[in-house]
């Protein structure tokens, strides 16, 4: 029997223990700190670890994420990705990219393993190749995320992932109250990605929540 009690303040959540599970080398600590100070939300250490998890587990060689911030999460996907594969990265904001490109360099990547394109998403990704990607992530604007899911549809190979982030912030799926833009848009996707038996889907509760799914056929 535990002689800590549930409530007592040296409990450790499971979130907790996730997070520090494996310590973030000094460059992603710093990307952090840049983040904060341009007041966006990077990837939590646990999601970053889960989307290293997704990309080694299909031996990604290509991935598109949606939302390079200051390069958190494309620091845990190369990592996860094989030793040649190219992260293609976009991003509305440039100066958060160039934080981001200096990231990924003092982790060791060589720059060409990191394609940052400065561009609204929906603008850059009809542009880019059907089926030629193993892994899409998504952490931009929750209001596109439905039309997102059918770029991620097209952009994806058979067998390929996707991880929708941030969509259990404020509980914004899970407040049948929340009626705004994004939660709307949230919950839409929840449903389309429920519906289209195309895609094996689930939500995590893994940092803010997420969606992830993996892509079986497509019709
Ligand atoms: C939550 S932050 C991304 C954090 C990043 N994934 C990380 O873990 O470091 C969201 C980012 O999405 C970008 N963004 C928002 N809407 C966008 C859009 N429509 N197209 C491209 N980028 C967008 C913002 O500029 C911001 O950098």
């Excluded at 700190?33 to 989307?51: K, N, Q, Y």
């Excluded at 990604?60 to 994420?65: G, I, L, S």
């Excluded at 190749?129 to 059918?150: C, I, K, N, Q």
Aim: hydrophobic residues 45%.
């Amino acid at each position: 029997m535990s002689s800590t009690s549930p409530n007592s303040p040296s409990t450790v959540t499971f979130a907790q223990f996730a997070d520090s599970w494996i310590p973030e080398p000094e460059p992603v600590e710093a990307a952090r700190e840049r983040a904060r100070e341009f007041g966006i939300s990077p990837a939590s250490p646990a999601t970053g670890r889960f989307l290293t998890f997704l990309a080694a587990s299909v031996q990604a060689q290509t991935v598109v994420e949606v939302g390079t911030g200051t390069g958190v999460s494309g620091a845990a996907l190369l990592e996860g990705m094989t030793p040649g594969g190219v992260l293609t990265s976009i991003d509305t904001e440039a100066e958060y990219q160039r934080h981001a490109r200096e990231a990924l360099v003092s982790l060791g990547h060589e720059p060409s393993r990191a394609r940052l394109i400065a561009g609204r998403a929906l603008d850059v990704l009809p542009r880019m190749s059907d089926g030629a990607y193993d892994v899409v992530v998504v952490d931009a604007d929750r209001g596109e995320y439905p039309a997102m899911l059918d770029q991620a549809k097209r952009l994806l190979r058979i067998g390929g992932v996707v991880a929708f982030l941030g969509i259990g912030e404020d509980d914004m799926v899970a407040d049948p109250a929340r009626r705004d833009v994004e939660a709307m848009a949230v919950k839409e996707l929840a449903e389309l990605m429920r519906r289209d038996a195309d895609w094996a889907a689930t939500p995590l509760a893994e940092g803010n929540g997420m969606l992830v799914a993996c892509l079986r056929r497509r019709d």
